[in-house]
């Protein structure tokens, strides 16, 4: 990784801390403190948006005094929401406890001990179990930890990795990656996602063998994205049904 502050990579490993390498050994200590992970790409998009809809919103603050201009800043109020909800707050985190996934519209927490693996699909995905009584796993998908594009197609035109998703990635099968073609392994070396499913699949391992209690998962309805995608919109609808 470069010195260059990267928003893919948790707050605290920025000052040499947090992500550990895929082939860390098993020895080590659990992380405990509470570590961020979000690729830079959303959040940049984040930003252009606040400031581009700040610039317009006091251009229309000092020249607009019609309908148009209060039409326009629901609009604007709209948008944010949306921007917030699927650009700003997704994110994976991990703790001492577990971790939880945020996507747009719904929330996930799995404690480590309930974790059977973190691998790559399409995104990072975490496997944990449906609950008592069933043998079948539950997949979380994170909406924040995307898979790069070039990955997902070798993938899906190589008959060698159908049906191997559930292991690919992980901290503990590094050796399959040896048969990827050399453009495949650079990339991997070089994606953020793959760092960081291989560090909390090790996390999870490491606690599952100092005897974690499974757990459950335990989902939730994310009500601040929720509320800033529903309140403009409805806020919208009243100014154009009150014109």
Known sequence: MSAQQDPALPDDARNGRGLRPAAAPDAGPLQSERRVFRLPGPLIVWWVWVAFAAANLIDIAVSGRDWGAIVAVAIFAVITGLMYALAWRPRVVADGAGITVQNPLRDHRVPWGGVSAVVVGESLQVRCSRGPGTDREKIVHSWALGAPRRVKDHKNNNPDFRGQRRSMFTAHTQPSAAKLPADARELLKKSPVFL???????????????????????????WPGLAAMLIPAVALLIVLLAR
């Open 196 to 222: 960081i499913a291989a560090d909390l699949d090790r996390q999870a391992r490491l606690a599952r063998e100092r005897g974690a209690p499974p757990g459950e998962r335990a989902a939730s309805w994310p």
